[in-house]
């Protein structure tokens, strides 16, 4: 054997040492000289090509085993940053590609690449700067056959790319990677199938996963992605200039089977299966609102997508543990809308604005119509949803809370015409829980058909919007729901069903009293329409309702002074401009409301009514009764029938009619209350008369008939054994003497019956109810009290004007027989009226008394000259005596006048006397003396005081010691000066008291 291959190399030695050579130069070349001039060739071919530096490392080419390894190599921007890196690639070319026909390589590795990745302000990549200008359009040619290739493995390990945007306002970095990619048997060969295994780390420990099965001829895939950790909060992060608001934490999986395959004709089909992503612990925040939003577990499983057919369904979408905050601002803005909204300047994209005119723009072909998307999802749930809203548009800011909502809706598809089962239940903060139960559907429009219950829910809750509206607390009250509710294109919304209030007890703030309340108020059988803006109730049940009604003298009522003033205008625009009401484009229809039946059960009304002539007041319990068919459409009356029991044996009944569209066209209504205790009335008479009421009954008759906006009322008033109390001191009392005109009111039986009629128009602006009544009836009692004698006499039957007046002759005191006559008779009425006294003036008329008086004293001192002179009684002798000492008086007083000037006044001839002789007319000449002497005589005001209270004295002790009067019931009312009268009289004009006025 030795010998024969020594034999062959000696035969073969020149061409097996050509061979040689060939090999080491071949050696040569592929382990030093390519290297060398790959790696100067790669560095020009950068600086060339891409303008860019090319820094190489160790390149090592082993031209045996054709693998090729280069180590270190960068690529730096101009700007000398560095644009990529690599730590190493490998390259084993495998020589069995002659048999194969195709390009194989055993591996193909890149060991720690990097990329930097940057979009600047203007939105082109740094990388596209590397690639040449783009070469003019050509018609495109048919496309070229890949070329044939195999790598049986390719492996990308410890990759890392750092991806920067400035298109954002804020300038955007992130770090993708390590990432690490495994390819297996990559073959461009027609139905070869490789196999794949990529893996992404992305920031926050949120890790891409990707594995399946793969061929590029034709071009398909399959397999599987995965995605785990917190990639909600790195998205938020990128468009944070576009949100309003951030991902403060969430952890996301997703799972899912894909499927992608070239199609002949074009395009690619898309599939996804066993989808399933689940979103846990999300929390959303911003600024002023921090934990907005968020859920513990957001889960959809069972999902599949097809592509182009853009098919989605899913077997389930639940949501659990969400929770949302929101709050209303005064100007009506919810902040929840605010947030969610995207950013709309464009400061946060960073993008420039364009200045110059748009360029025209080419119409492209019609495209073909997109298939309409299709959607369906077996069960869609919302469980444990809680909601925190704060309205802050009343004065004060109201808390709107559910504690507990949950939402189940399957078979939800996007079909025209789709209808999916609904269930929801919502539990109230406040108090309450709703449930409905139905079908839904959203195509071609939205439609709800449901049952709709709700029980318990506290009518507290709205407190804040009621304060707004009138000064009253609801203290407690629940809302019963029971009804079918629907909605669609032919009824924006119905309701037919029955409504409950229960527990209603509500509270006048202004008073700080019971205002309304009952136990059950009931509409049975509701139908309500929106769009026909109408309302029809079979019946309306009120059991043990309880009403304060309070009506003022002005005929005002408590309920009308419970409603809040509107802000001026222009006070709070901005909220006034939020809950504004869009103007519809045509005008909505008038309100239809017609109620079959109302009935009153046990019912229970505080009812005080100060409009009248006497306050009144009264609690009327047991209160039973109906209206009938209630229509305001209708031209039909509705009559009501309502009667009660007044504490502790009074009636109350009202009935009549009216006509409901047009009241004041016609009403007829009367209200009824007999045998009414009058002592609960004097809170109210001691407020409006200073005088409490200490016992009888009341009878009120009231009714008031419309008829074309004319009303004709009347007001009978009956008053039994009606006893005043004691007087209260109040300063804004109307002085009445109420005692006086009580007890001249009463008949003969001790009744007041009152009548008073009231007739007016309702469009008369100065015609109101109360302010005639009380008008009527203070003038009522001012006649009544300015001529109480004249109701005096009635009771005797004497029809006179002066039976209260006493005349006195002039000077005197005495009484004369006429005026004790006229006492009599006013003892004799007194003694039928108890209850009366007569006040006695001390009356003076200054001029007239006076004047008597002179002349009284002027008399004495004449009788008293006379006694002292022993004159005769009578005859001539005493005239003459007279004479002399009334001349003497005349003297002493006069000293400067003569008694003869004074005689020629009175000295003429007689009428008759034929010899026509001057005689003194002595009579008239010393009358002429006295009335001299008395006009210089001295009275004093002392002497007509006394002259007044002789006459009262006189007056007194007639009625007491003479007629029997008790003395109580006189009041003397001391000095009043008065006028003679025509018949030369001096009247004391008496007058009629009260005893407890």
Known sequence: MTFVLLAFLRRHRWPLAAALV????????????????????????????????????????????????????????????????????????????????????????????????????????????????????????????????????????????????????????????????????????????????????????????????????????????????????????????????????????????????????????????????????????????????????????????????????????????????????????????????????????????AAADPAPVAVPAAAPAAPAPKLHIDTFAIRDLALELVDATPSTAATLSVTDFDLSLRDVSNAPGARFPLEAKVVLGGGGNLGLKGSVGVLPAVVLDAELQAAGIKLAQAQPYLSDLAHVEVRDGALAIDGHLVSGPTETLAFDGDLRITDLDSRDTLENQRLLAWQELGLDDLEWRLDANSARIARIRLLRPFARVFINRDQSTNIGALMVEAPPAGHDAAAQAATRKTVPDKPAPAFRARIGKVSVSKGDIDFTDLSLPLPFAARVQDLQGEFTTIDNRSSAASRIALEGRVDPHGLARVNGQLRVSAPTDMADIGVLFRNIEMAPLSPYTVKFAGRKIAGGKIDLDLRYRLDNRRMVGSNRIVIDELELGEKVPNPDAVDLPLGLAVALLKDANGRIDLDMPVEGSLDDPQFRIGGVLWKAFVNLVTRVVSAPFRLLGNLLGIDSTDLGRIDFTPGRADLLPPEKEKLARIAEALAKRPELGVEVPAAVDAAADGAALRMARVDQQISQALADSAAPASGRRLEQRTRRVVEEMYSSRFPDRRLADVQALYTTALPGDPQGKPRLDELAYVDALRADLAGVESVGDADLVALGNARAAAISAELVDVLQVPASRLRLAGRKDVRLRDDLRVPAEMGVTGIGD
């Open 22 to 353: 060939l090999l080491l130069l071949y050696a040569l070349a592929g382990f030093l000289l390519a290297p060398w001039l790959l790696g100067r060739q790669a560095v020009e071919l950068a600086r060339e090509q891409l303008g860019r530096e090319l820094q190489v490392g160790d390149i090592r080419i082993n031209p045996f085993a054709l693998s090729l390894r280069v180590r270190d190599i960068r690529l730096e921007d101009r700007d000398g940053s560095l644009l990529a890196s690599l730590g190493e690639l490998r390259l084993n070319f495998e020589a069995q590609s002659l048999l194969r026909r195709a390009w194989t390589f055993s591996e193909f590795s890149l060991s720690a690449p990097y990329l930097n990745l940057v979009r600047d302000r203007g939105g082109e990549l740094n990388l596209l700067r590397l690639l040449p200008p783009a070469a003019p359009e050509t018609p495109a040619a048919a496309p070229a056959e890949l070329p044939r290739l195999i790598v049986q493995q390719l492996r990308i390990s410890d990759g890392v790319i750092d991806v920067t945007d400035q298109v954002p306002a804020t300038v955007f970095h992130t770090r993708v990677g390590p990432f690490s990619v495994a390819l297996d048997a990559l073959s461009t060969l027609p139905e070869a199938t490789g196999r794949e295994d990529i893996e992404v780390a992305l920031e926050s420990g949120t890790r891409l996963g990707l594995s399946g099965d793969f061929s590029l001829n034709p071009l398909r895939a399959a397999g599987k992605i995965t995605l785990h950790g917190p990639f909600l909060g790195s998205a938020s992060r990128y468009l944070r200039d576009q949100l309003h608001f951030t991902v403060a934490a969430g952890v996301t999986d997703f799972a899912t089977r894909f499927a992608v395959t070239a199609r002949p004709q074009g395009g690619v089909e898309a599939a996804l299966d066993d989808l399933a992503l689940t979103l846990s612990g999300v929390r959303l925040t911003a600024p002023g609102a921090p934990d907005f939003l968020g859920w513990s577990r957001l889960q959809l499983a069972g999902g599949s997508l097809r592509w182009p057919t853009v098919e989605a369904r899913a077997q389930s979408l639940v949501i659990d543990g969400l929770r949302l905050r929101a709050r209303r601002e005064k100007n009506g803005d919810i902040d929840l809308l605010q947030v969610l909204a995207p950013r709309g300047d464009s400061a946060a994209t960073g993008a420039p604005v």
